[in-house]
């Protein structure tokens, strides 16, 4: 395998990715992406998600209601609030619709490749704008969450993840702790970019489940707010191809040669 385009000779930020390569062993251990809505209060009742989940059954034919409670802090008392969460699963659980009055997400811990994952969240998209009219986009962002936890690999973290990145935990003995995080424009809206060493049973985001081991972490998020004018839900799906190019092209700057071959990368 041959690395078509040597890691100085583009900008992450702006320029188009190098050609995808394949990993037999990807580091992928979740993949998110998610639509904030104007708040649409029906979806509460589940006569009203009834069209919707009739579309999306024959993929994640599991619905389950959960009710999630949090509290909203005035100055002069808590009001509680609860809200409906629709999950809507694959069979075995890889696949994770989650719907919401004001949210819709994918999230998958089975990520096989770009074309599969954007294909299954069009589809989702088209029954959705198909179940409710009128939706107002407010926010959408991806996320691809890479995570290595192999001790031999990670013993090998100068020679796979380029010195930059590495910063000072390049020259030092490797440290129990050591995270970078920036949010930066780029040429398709913001990126929350998150990566570094975690101790055992740690997690750098509340909503991440922990690794039991070790970890290198590589979390990119990449996410548009509506700015005067609602997200086009039209052109949605070329947004989420882009956020995922993007995403990549900043692993593969971020990754060496040698990170991809032990993670069988594939000619």
């Not at 509460?44 to 034919?61: C, D, G, L, N």
């Not at 970019?193 to 975690?198: C, V």
Request: glycine share 4%.
């Amino acid at each position: 395998m041959q690395v078509e385009q040597k890691v100085q000779d583009f900008n992450p930020l702006h320029d188009a990715p190098p050609s995808e390569v394949k990993l037999e062993r990807a580091p992928l251990a979740l993949v998110v992406t998610q639509l904030r809505f104007a708040s649409i209060p029906k979806i509460e009742e589940q006569a009203h998600i009834a069209s919707f989940q009739e579309r999306m059954r024959k993929e994640y034919p599991l619905l389950s209601e959960d009710k999630v409670s949090f509290a909203l802090n005035l100055p002069s008392q808590g009001v509680g609030h609860t809200r409906t969460l629709w999950r809507m699963n694959s069979f075995d659980n890889g696949w994770r619709l989650i719907l919401c009055q004001d949210f819709i997400a994918l999230e998958t811990d089975r990520y096989q490749d770009r074309e599969d994952f954007l294909g299954r969240w069009e589809r989702i998209v088209a029954a959705f704008t198909a179940s409710f009219d009128a939706v107002v986009g407010l926010r959408y962002g991806l996320r691809y969450l890479n995570r290595v936890t192999d001790p031999a690999l990670l013993e090998r973290l100068p020679e796979l993840v380029r010195t930059e990145a590495l910063g000072v935990t390049a020259l030092l003995p490797r440290p129990t702790v050591a995270l970078t995080e920036m949010q930066i424009p780029v040429a398709e809206g913001q990126m929350l970019a998150r990566w570094g060493l975690l101790p055992a049973a740690a997690t750098h985001d509340p909503s991440i489940v922990p690794s039991p081991l070790p970890a290198w972490v590589l979390d990119c998020d990449l996410f548009v707010d509506a700015a005067g004018t609602p997200i086009d839900l039209g052109s949605l799906q070329s947004l989420a191809s882009s956020f995922s190019r993007r995403s990549y092209a900043f692993f593969r700057w971020m990754v060496t040669e040698a990170f991809l071959k032990a993670h069988g990368a594939q000619p």
